[in-house]
T-cell receptor, first 118, second 115 residues
Framework: AQSVSQHNHHVILSEAASLELGCNYS??????LFWYVQYPGQHLQLLLK??????LVKGIKGFEAEFIKSKFSFNLRKPSVQWSDTAEYFC????????????????FGKGTKLSVIP | DGGITQSPKYLFRKEGQNVTLSCEQN?????MYWYRQDPGQGLRLIYY???????QKGDIAEGYSVSREKKESFPLTVTSAQKNPTAFYLC??????????????FGSGTRLTVV
């Protein structure tokens, strides 16, 4: 089955450490890629998205992600995390147009909880 | 401000009862979605609707029902047939039903607990 994989369930970092959260997908063809963040008690917010062009995408709050087509990956990065980055992060993929009736839906990974220690 | 409103924020239900979760949007979005979020399982699609008076089952539709009588509203009913209804329910919407370039806008969720 087509899927989105986030390999880390829970990541714990100290403030100022660098962050990289992995995301891999199994769809062939042209996909659209998203990272969402859910802060404690809040709704999901879009961090960044990739549709085409430069594979290095910059988002809000200093986050960026790199699309590597050959690796089917879209990893999220931040050079220096802050305590306020403590949240759950979700990778989402919109499958190719020709992949069937569900191709306009987003498929989400299981999420990665990030805890940043002051 | 435009957005999605889900109500109530917390909901308690006795076993065997049906309960309806509200989702209203004023974004003029055509497509609306219901997801269920469980710890460690991410978001799983329950139902979606691309247009008024039409909706489709998602991956885990059993025990749930929806209606889409108005563009702005997409209520979800959790029926007594749903074996494990305690969860966090998220409603979302998107502009383009065929190819949502902007992803989804999410509501703040309803936490349902069966007691």
């Amino acid at each position: 089955a087509q899927s989105v994989s986030q390999h880390n369930h829970h990541v714990i970092l100290s403030e100022a450490a660098s962050l990289e959260l992995g995301c891999n997908y199994s769809y062939g063809g042209t996909v659209n890629l998203f990272w969402y963040v859910q802060y404690p008690g809040q709704h999901l917010q879009l961090l960044l998205k990739y549709f085409s062009g430069d594979p290095l995408v910059k988002g809000i709050k200093g986050f960026e992600a790199e699309f590597i087509k050959s690796k089917f990956s879209f990893n999220l990065r931040k050079p220096s995390v802050q305590w306020s980055d403590t949240a759950e992060y979700f990778c989402a993929v919109k499958p190719p147009r020709d992949s069937g009736a569900g191709s306009y839906q987003l498929t989400f990974g299981k999420g990665t909880k990030l805890s940043v220690i002051p | 401000d435009g957005g999605i409103t889900q109500s109530p924020k917390y909901l308690f239900r006795k076993e065997g009862q049906n309960v309806t979760l509200s989702c209203e949007q004023n974004l003029n979005h055509d497509a609306m979605y219901w997801y269920r979020q469980d710890p460690g399982q991410g978001l799983r699609l329950i139902y979606y609707s691309q247009i008024v008076n039409d909706f489709q089952k998602g991956d885990i539709a059993e025990g749930y029902s929806v209606s889409r009588e108005k563009k702005e509203s997409f209520p979800l009913t959790v029926t007594s047939a749903q074996k494990n209804p305690t969860a966090f329910y998220l409603c979302a919407s998107s502009t383009d039903t065929g190819y949502p370039r902007d992803g989804y806008t999410f509501g703040s969720g309803t936490r349902l607990t069966v007691v």
